[in-house]
């Protein structure tokens, strides 16, 4: 499906929130709308800033059809006059050949209400579908009521640009699924690196590794150096991060007396990750994934089509916390 139509739209300063939910029976009522509403979750999207708003929002309209929801955007203003202004937009199209039509519903939140979102999204909410609720810009204290009102946490490690989110987002697993669209954005690296070490020659190297060098900005270097360790049994001075704007792998290992490079790289601004493999005495082989295109959908198709626990994942994010910073 392509960018949603826009059927009608509301809006309204210091609302309340029946009158929100008036707006939105009132959108419905003169569209000749499809007989079915499709719609498989409530994602509620939070950002303190217009332009980070803006991206995100432009994420989920990237989609389109692949995963409609009820879109429920607050932007949040602590320090603002108390009140909340409001946007209602009722969005059709096609996907597969089916006509089908979702909501989204943007709130700006001020000043006192921010304390209490929890209460405020839940008359938004669709009954027996999960809340997936995003931080885009933050990640919330300990005690965000939003933690307990959401069902799945998304966040984003590779926009945090340091090591202490990954503490927060530990805390953030003890109480509720946690899907990292970083994590998500990896999966090439891992599956290409994975796959170096298919076939009875290749795979005892896996208990021969000697060293491994891990390259890229500070969630996804951490990310993929915790589960080298995690998966492999590595000692944590095995692993070697480095400060870099593309992530690429190195592993050094030894086995049967021959020693072995393995790679995944992406070269440059290139939209694609190349794994290699090099046997001393034995063969050599590699590949290549393309990339899909750097939009700020990238990742999230995925992350919300898997809404539950991932113990790779969460081993990996345990040993990342001990790994020192680059």
Known sequence: MAQPLTLSVWSDENVKVADVLAAMEGLRKPERLPPFRTTVMTLVMLASRRSNADWAMSAVYELGGRHPARTLLILTDPYGDTGVDAEVRLLGGRADGAELWFEDIELTVRGDVTDHLDSLIEPFTVADLPVVSWFVDGLPAADDAMIRASDVILVDARGFGDTDCFETIASLLEERPVVDLSWVRLAPWRALLAGLFDGRELRPFLSGVRSVQVFGKTGPRHLLGGWLVDRLGLEHDVVELHDALHVSIGIDAVAGGR????????????????????????????????????????????????????????????VALALPSA
């Open 259 to 318: 020693t072995a490079r393995f790679e995944v790289v992406r070269a440059g601004d290139e939209r694609m990750v190349t794994a290699r493999a090099h046997i001393s005495g034995g063969p050599e082989s590699s590949s290549v994934v393309v990339l899909p295109d750097a939009t700020p959908a990238w990742g999230l198709a995925d992350a919300l089509s898997h809404l539950e626990r991932d113990p790779v994942y969460e081993g990996a994010l345990r």
